[in-house]
């Protein structure tokens, strides 16, 4: 059986990946802590050595964007060289690597959507650490690769949700009379099982290159809350506020909403769907 790596197994995206591919016709190999360390970027590479596997999926990273914008040097070693390691060690094996990369490598002074070839201009250190990532791979990688870019991940579901619409349906179920929702800044949603199918199908199928993955529609945090409040039939009020009413660490950029001129191009691949329909799934399994 040849060996599958994966690379951030316990976290949103990696407990979905850690399921889906229990049942496959790989070895899955989850490296402990010890092996691989994103903090010591050397870890990576020996340990893709030592396993020499078939296919490796690359999820782990630091995603919390305001410690990546205080210590920006944090965001370079995890998420930066640690990636550059694992390229050069999956081109030494001839894996197949496909790396979860975000939206965030984008940044707009207008309220766009960001397709394939549009190019890269990332706000935070978060978003740049990322598109070192990917750019690693391109040039340090093995020849075949994917990079799949996510918008803003809903996954997790009742207890591990502590994210956006987790903390808002907890908010809901919990009876505040209103909840605020940044109106002014925009983004795509992907829901992390989703997702986790189209990995599932990447790896058989070894498309290359750069896709996005996000359900379809830019939206603000306010749309999300308005419609959660909808399905959940939430009788308080919803306000829209300014995104100055939360000051964070690191600048979020006006639009780093998402689609794909790649994805329609894989006739068997399984979709995201429009956004409305996607969250409201989400919210009927939480
Ligand atoms: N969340 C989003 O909204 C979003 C959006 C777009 C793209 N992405 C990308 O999607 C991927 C998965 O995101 P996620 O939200 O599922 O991540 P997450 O829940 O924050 O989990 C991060 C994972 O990285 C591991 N990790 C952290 N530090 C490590 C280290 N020093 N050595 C080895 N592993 C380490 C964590 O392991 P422990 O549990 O042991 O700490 C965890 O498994 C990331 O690459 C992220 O950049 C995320």
Known sequence: MSNLLITGSTGMLGSYISRNLSLSNFNLVIP???ELDLDNPQTCYETILKYRPYCIIHMAAETDVDLCERAPQIAARKNALATQSIAQG????????VYISTSNIFSSAN?????????????NYYGKSKFYGEQAIAMFGPKDFLIIRAGWMIGGGRGKDHKFVGKIIEAIESGVPEIKAVSDRIGS??????????????????PAGIVHYASIGG?????????????????????????????????????????SIYL?????????????????RYVMNF
Do not use: H
């Not at 999956?90 to 690597?97: F, M, N, P, Q, V």
């Not at 309220?111 to 706000?123: M, T």
């Open 90 to 97: 999956a081109r030494e094996c001839g894996s197949y690597l």
């Open 32 to 34: 402990p802590r010890n």
């Open 264 to 280: 329609p191009l894989m006739t068997s691949a399984p979709f995201p769907g429009m956004w409305r329909e996607d969250l409201e």
């Open 219 to 259: 939206i603000s945090r306010y749309e999300i809350a308005l419609e959660l409040s909808k399905i959940l039939k939430y009788r308080g009020k919803v306000t829209s506020v300014s995104s100055s009413m939360f000051p964070l660490s690191a600048p979020r950029p006006l639009s780093d909403a998402i689609e």
């Open 189 to 206: 949603i992907t829901e992390a099982e989703s997702l986790s199918c189209f990995i599932k199908w990447a790896i058989d199928n070894r």
């Open 111 to 123: 309220q766009i959507i960001f397709n394939e070839l549009d190019i890269p201009n990332p706000s």
